[in-house]
């Protein structure tokens, strides 16, 4: 458990760079949007806007799930930051349409105009800005496997793309296509939700015990090699927040003592950790006969 709390808050330092990152930056390009006329700069300040919100719904999360086991979670909190990841993503999916129909909109009633050079500029420097922060938030999110740390960076770096696309539709704009700038809103606002979905729908599969089949059978193999291991019959496993959970299986030789297979689950255990970062096993074990014989 001491282990799960130091790598919340490792996750935490990197969340609040985020948040204040975001802000800075969503504040900019909304004045800075608004004055020089550029729908694509403010939305995409709207989306930074989601990441404030969804990086602080993260913090949240991450913070309830610190807290301990309790009589009534006696699991911990963990699925905390599951659920936090999970809220975050409905908000940009939201907002994310709301920029959609905003651009729609735009270039429909062909209200477009020519916006400032200023609002390609904030869009370009914004955009190596996010780059820095992805490549930080990426770096501890591997560091201490957390989840909703390493979605909040995959939105880092997609908002950095998003930046980057936003200067080149504003620069287009100043050369004679002013259609670019709504064009490119709407483009932002369809990447804000594909985002969110991939959030909503990788969070959905996490809380409801999903668990990728691969693994499961990298696991499986590693788990026969162990001597004396005769079998394994039944593998399950699934995600309690940045924790895998895994249940098992093993056939062993019926004339094995007691002592013998409880050593052997504790190898197993220790290789799990070892290599698959697996601390949670439930071992049941089984007689294996030979049916050949």
Known sequence: MNDSINTFKVAEKGLRVSIITYILISIAKLIIGTIANSSALTADGLNNFTDVISSIALLIGIRIARKPADKNHVYGHLRAETIATLVASLIMMVLGASVVFDGGRNVINLEVTSPSILAAFTALGSSFILYFVYRYNRRIAKQVNSKGLMASSKDNLADSMVSLGSAIGIFATRLGFPVFDPII????????????????????HHL??????????????????????????DIKGRFHGNKIFLEITIKLNPYLSIDEGHDITEDIESILKKEF?????????????DNTI
């Open 208 to 233: 409801t015990d999903g668990f990728d089949p691969e693994e499961l059978d990298k696991i499986n193999e590693v788990i026969k090699q162990i001597e004396p291991v005769e079998d394994v019959s």
């Open 185 to 204: 809103a709407i483009l932002i606002g369809l990447l804000i939700v594909k985002t969110g979905w991939e959030i909503f729908r990788d969070s959905i």
């Open 277 to 289: 970062d697996i601390s949670y096993v439930i071992t049941h074990v089984e007689p294996y006969y």
